[in-house]
Nanobody, 121 residues
Framework: QVQLVESGGGLVQAGGSLRLSCAAS????????MGWFRQTPGKEREFVAA????????DYADSVKGRFTISRDNAKSTVYLQMNSLKPEDTAVYYC??????????????WGQGTQLTISS
Protein backbone atom coordinates (compact mmCIF):
# COMPACT_ATOMS: atom_id res chain seq x y z
CA GLN A 1 0.00 0.00 0.00
CA VAL A 2 1.11 3.59 -0.57
CA GLN A 3 0.13 6.84 1.11
CA LEU A 4 -0.05 10.00 -0.98
CA VAL A 5 0.12 13.63 0.12
CA GLU A 6 -0.51 16.41 -2.38
CA SER A 7 0.72 19.98 -2.05
CA GLY A 8 1.13 23.12 -4.10
CA GLY A 9 -2.45 24.15 -4.70
CA GLY A 10 -3.60 27.71 -4.30
CA LEU A 11 -5.04 30.74 -6.06
CA VAL A 12 -3.59 31.69 -9.43
CA GLN A 13 -4.60 34.19 -12.07
CA ALA A 14 -5.66 32.93 -15.47
CA GLY A 15 -2.66 32.48 -17.73
CA GLY A 16 -0.39 31.73 -14.81
CA SER A 17 1.52 28.61 -13.86
CA LEU A 18 1.71 26.36 -10.86
CA ARG A 19 3.30 23.05 -9.95
CA LEU A 20 1.58 20.45 -7.84
CA SER A 21 3.55 17.83 -5.96
CA CYS A 22 2.56 14.47 -4.56
CA ALA A 23 4.83 12.79 -2.06
CA ALA A 24 4.41 9.06 -1.62
CA SER A 25 5.38 6.82 1.24
CA UNK A 26 6.32 3.22 0.81
CA UNK A 27 9.33 1.48 -0.66
CA UNK A 28 7.52 0.45 -3.85
CA UNK A 29 6.81 3.95 -5.21
CA UNK A 30 9.00 3.38 -8.23
CA UNK A 31 6.89 0.39 -9.24
CA UNK A 32 3.63 2.36 -9.44
CA UNK A 33 2.08 4.25 -12.27
CA MET A 34 1.20 7.68 -10.91
CA GLY A 35 -1.55 9.99 -11.99
CA TRP A 36 -3.56 13.10 -11.35
CA PHE A 37 -7.32 13.53 -11.38
CA ARG A 38 -9.44 16.54 -10.60
CA GLN A 39 -12.94 17.13 -9.35
CA THR A 40 -15.31 20.06 -9.16
CA PRO A 41 -18.47 20.18 -7.03
CA GLY A 42 -21.30 18.16 -8.49
CA LYS A 43 -19.11 16.44 -11.04
CA GLU A 44 -17.30 13.15 -11.16
CA ARG A 45 -13.58 12.96 -10.70
CA GLU A 46 -11.90 13.27 -14.10
CA PHE A 47 -8.59 12.01 -15.39
CA VAL A 48 -5.88 14.62 -15.94
CA ALA A 49 -2.57 12.83 -16.52
CA ALA A 50 -0.65 9.64 -15.84
CA UNK A 51 2.98 8.57 -15.96
CA UNK A 52 4.41 5.07 -16.05
CA UNK A 53 6.68 3.76 -13.34
CA UNK A 54 9.85 4.61 -15.24
CA UNK A 55 8.43 7.81 -16.63
CA UNK A 56 8.71 6.68 -20.22
CA UNK A 57 5.01 6.71 -20.96
CA UNK A 58 2.64 9.56 -20.24
CA ASP A 59 -0.98 10.26 -21.05
CA TYR A 60 -3.05 13.40 -20.77
CA ALA A 61 -6.64 14.45 -20.97
CA ASP A 62 -7.34 16.39 -24.15
CA SER A 63 -8.30 19.40 -22.08
CA VAL A 64 -4.78 19.77 -20.64
CA LYS A 65 -2.56 18.56 -23.49
CA GLY A 66 0.11 21.08 -24.32
CA ARG A 67 -0.43 22.94 -21.05
CA PHE A 68 0.23 20.39 -18.30
CA THR A 69 3.25 18.16 -17.85
CA ILE A 70 3.47 15.21 -15.50
CA SER A 71 6.85 14.05 -14.25
CA ARG A 72 8.26 11.98 -11.44
CA ASP A 73 11.37 11.67 -9.33
CA ASN A 74 11.59 8.12 -8.05
CA ALA A 75 14.54 8.98 -5.81
CA LYS A 76 12.27 11.45 -3.99
CA SER A 77 9.12 9.33 -4.28
CA THR A 78 7.39 12.36 -5.73
CA VAL A 79 5.25 13.02 -8.77
CA TYR A 80 4.68 16.49 -10.16
CA LEU A 81 2.12 18.22 -12.30
CA GLN A 82 3.41 21.36 -13.97
CA MET A 83 0.48 23.45 -15.10
CA ASN A 84 0.90 26.36 -17.51
CA SER A 85 -1.55 28.68 -19.25
CA LEU A 86 -4.09 28.02 -16.53
CA LYS A 87 -7.74 28.69 -17.24
CA PRO A 88 -10.67 29.27 -14.89
CA GLU A 89 -12.04 25.88 -15.94
CA ASP A 90 -8.96 24.26 -14.41
CA THR A 91 -10.32 25.19 -11.00
CA ALA A 92 -10.82 21.96 -9.06
CA VAL A 93 -9.54 19.78 -6.28
CA TYR A 94 -6.59 17.88 -7.68
CA TYR A 95 -5.96 14.34 -6.49
CA CYS A 96 -2.87 12.21 -6.81
CA UNK A 97 -3.33 8.53 -7.50
CA UNK A 98 -1.12 5.46 -7.70
CA UNK A 99 -1.42 1.88 -8.87
CA UNK A 100 -1.06 -0.21 -11.98
CA UNK A 101 -1.50 1.69 -15.26
CA UNK A 102 -4.98 0.33 -15.97
CA UNK A 103 -6.04 0.97 -12.39
CA UNK A 104 -4.78 4.54 -12.38
CA UNK A 105 -6.38 5.64 -15.65
CA UNK A 106 -9.63 3.99 -14.57
CA UNK A 107 -9.59 5.95 -11.34
CA UNK A 108 -9.37 2.88 -9.14
CA UNK A 109 -5.95 3.35 -7.53
CA UNK A 110 -4.81 4.67 -4.21
CA TRP A 111 -5.76 8.32 -3.54
CA GLY A 112 -4.35 11.29 -1.75
CA GLN A 113 -6.49 13.78 0.13
CA GLY A 114 -6.48 16.37 -2.65
CA THR A 115 -5.32 19.95 -3.02
CA GLN A 116 -7.47 22.88 -4.13
CA LEU A 117 -6.53 24.89 -7.17
CA THR A 118 -8.48 28.03 -7.96
CA ILE A 119 -7.93 30.06 -11.11
CA SER A 120 -9.22 33.61 -11.10
CA SER A 121 -10.26 35.27 -14.35
Amino acid sequence: QVQLVESGGGLVQAGGSLRLSCAASGRTFSMYTMGWFRQTPGKEREFVAAISWRGGVTDYADSVKGRFTISRDNAKSTVYLQMNSLKPEDTAVYYCTAGAWETVVAGSGYWGQGTQLTISS
